[in-house]
Nanobody
Framework: DVQLVESGGGSVQAGGSLTLSCATSGLDFSTYSFAWFRQAPGKEREGVASIDGDGDIGYRNDVKGRFTISKDNAKTTLYLQMNSLKPEDTGMYYC?????????????????WGQGTQVTVS
């Protein structure tokens, strides 16, 4: 079974940093595409960053220059380094996986999801 387990969330002040991790198992990690999504209370889930099997990366505009998505094929783990955090970055952050990169606008196309990790910026 495919499993995605996020960690690294927490509460930070504006301007602070966090690094999220998504440990995976049960999939051919190096060939899969991955993404980070987030959801704030009362809002729809939105795509934050994605990375495909070739290492091509995409970000939503308001995190460009602040967030960095990366992956470690040997550790089968996805990361999201978040710097210069803002209160509007607050939300539950989820990692998602699929055999193809469906980008940041089609969350329903991503077939595998973790349970999420909470990020709160005050």
């Amino acid at each position: 079974d495919v499993q995605l387990v996020e960690s690294g969330g927490g509460s930070v002040q504006a301007g602070g940093s966090l690094t999220l991790s998504c440990a995976t198992s049960g999939l051919d990690f190096s060939t899969y595409s991955f993404a980070w999504f987030r959801q704030a209370p009362g809002k729809e889930r939105e795509g934050v960053a994605s990375i495909d099997g070739d290492g091509d990366i995409g970000y939503r505009n308001d995190v460009k220059g602040r967030f960095t998505i990366s992956k470690d094929n040997a550790k089968t783990t996805l990361y999201l380094q978040m710097n210069s955090l803002k209160p509007e970055d607050t939300g539950m952050y989820y990692c998602a996986a699929e055999t193809k990169d469906f980008g940041l606008d089609l969350p329903d196309y991503w077939g595998f999801w973790g349970q999420g990790t909470q990020v709160t910026v005050s």
